[in-house]
């Protein structure tokens, strides 16, 4: 195979971990670079290679590489483990694990979440993932998770802080209500860093 083809094969498999965007950000470079080399639009000479390797931080060579199974592992990708829960034991010490995802972000205290309802709609679908840092405070605008007692089952709303002791979580589908602190108890589990969305 030329060097140039084993090339894109390894770049579009760190395309499929994550994403182009997400390797265009993690190298500084244009969505539309990436592609143009990852669709033969452009060369992907011996230049390029290396400083994507430098900026992606993987071993220099990496990207000519061609490997037995045909596929760079995990370990030199640079994408971590994050263990995917159901909704009802996200706020247990102990969650319900059903899978594990691979996040590009290294965040060791993080679960992830399948979307279930519409609360989030449109923003988030039913069957869209979020990943979310848990015991992070949370700014006004952010995404967090929470658990409203007496409810087992957390929620995942808008932040919006009210005055210097109290908050709303706010729905972005106005069918489903706004919760204040004032009214209710409200356990903040965590912090949205990152989601993916299915069409």
């Known amino acids: 195979m030329p060097i140039q083809e084993i090339r894109r094969a390894n ?36 230049k390029l290679a290396r400083r994507l390797e430098n900026e992606l931080e993987l071993q220099p060579g990496e990207l000519d590489q061609v490997r037995q199974s045909g596929v760079l592992p995990v370990e030199d990708l640079h994408v971590y483990k994050v263990p995917l829960v159901t909704w009802n034991t996200a706020a247990s010490p102990t969650p319900t694990v ?4 691979l996040s590009v972000i290294n965040r060791p205290n993080s ?10 709609f449109p923003l988030l679908n039913p069957g869209d993932l979020v990943v979310c840092e848990k015991d992070v405070k949370p700014a006004p605008g952010k995404y967090v998770l929470a658990q409203i007692a007496p409810e087992a089952t957390p929620v995942l709303r808008r932040y919006k802080q009210t ?17 204040k602190s004032t009214e209710a108890e409200i356990r903040l589990l965590g912090v949205m860093v990152e989601s993916t969305k299915f069409w």
């Open 98 to 101: 059903t899978e594990v995802l």
């Open 111 to 120: 679960i992830a979440l399948r979307i279930e309802d519409a609360s989030m």
């Open 163 to 179: 005055s210097m002791t109290t908050f709303d979580l706010v729905p972005e589908n106005p069918d489903y209500p706004t919760i």
């Open 11 to 46: 770049l579009q498999r760190l395309v499929d971990v994550s994403s182009v965007s997400d390797v265009a950000k993690r190298s500084g470079r244009p969505i539309s670079q990436i592609c143009d080399v990852l669709y033969a639009r452009k060369a992907f000479g011996e």
